[in-house]
């Protein structure tokens, strides 16, 4: 069965301070997907990124970085230089290699954002 | 344009009313996804429409009843719901390919509260 585990509920930072969202997932798979999305408090989830389980290079998108460890299973997300503007609910999830997905979401890390 | 629709934004509705939610992409994609998400907890999946079919139904109770008219149209049709069936009630939409899985795109939701 596929889990992920987002053990953090709630981080709370000062602005500018980085900050790491961690994200542990189980599958038997050998192909999966892995994304990140965001849920600010107006509701809609946001898209943040989507990597296949082929790929372990980290990624890089202005103050946002992915480590993505198969080894230890993990694919953690990192905010450099925090802003007000981060505070949201951060989902990790995971997908088999389906032609439609079916995700299966980690609970959510809630950060807050304080000036 | 990235962007999927929903209305209405909020819904009160009586336990014997029967009202409808609504959905549109314009991305031409080929899957969409109904979710419910309740307070302080990850999406939760309902039905997923695969080149306008149900592919999956996760148990839902009938009184929720699926549709989707057009490749760009999703509807959903409530029906003598309960108070518990009060919740942000997530449109999604994604590419649809047989040996990947893509990112989802959602809408904003529509707030539902059952009185």
């Known amino acids: 069965a596929q889990k992920v585990t987002q053990a953090q509920t709630e981080i709370s930072v000062v602005e500018k301070e980085d900050v790491t969202l961690d994200c542990v997932y189980e599958?038997?798979?050998?192909?999966?997907?892995l994304f990140w999305y965001k849920q600010p408090p107006s509701g809609e989830l946001v898209f943040l990124i989507r990597?296949?389980?082929?790929?372990?290079q980290n990624e890089i998108s202005g103050r946002y970085s992915w480590n993505f460890q198969k080894s230890t299973s993990s694919f953690n997300f990192t905010i450099t230089a925090s802003q007000v503007v981060d505070s949201a609910v951060y989902f990790c999830a995971l997908s088999e290699n389906t032609g439609f997905q079916k995700l299966v979401f980690g609970t959510g890390t809630r950060l807050l954002v304080s000036p | 344009d990235t962007e999927v629709t929903q209305t209405p934004k909020h819904l009160v509705m009586g336990m014997t009313n029967k009202k409808s939610l609504k959905c549109e992409q314009h991305m031409g994609h080929r899957a969409m996804y109904w979710y419910k998400q309740k307070a302080k907890k990850p999406p939760e999946l309902m039905f997923v429409?695969?080149?306008?079919?149900?592919?999956i139904n996760e148990s839902v109770p009938s009184r929720f009843s699926p549709e989707c008219p057009n490749s760009s149209l999703l509807n959903l049709h409530l029906h003598a719901l309960q108070p518990e069936d009060s919740a942000l009630y997530l449109c999604?939409?994604?590419?649809?390919?047989?040996?990947?899985?893509?990112?989802?795109?959602f809408g904003p939701g529509t707030r539902l509260t059952v009185t």
């Open positions: 990597r296949n389980s082929f790929d372990e």
């Open positions: 599958t038997r798979d050998t192909t999966y997907y």
């Open positions: 999604a939409s994604s590419l649809v390919d047989t040996g990947s899985s893509y990112e989802q795109y």
């Open positions: 429409y695969s080149y306008e079919k149900l592919s």
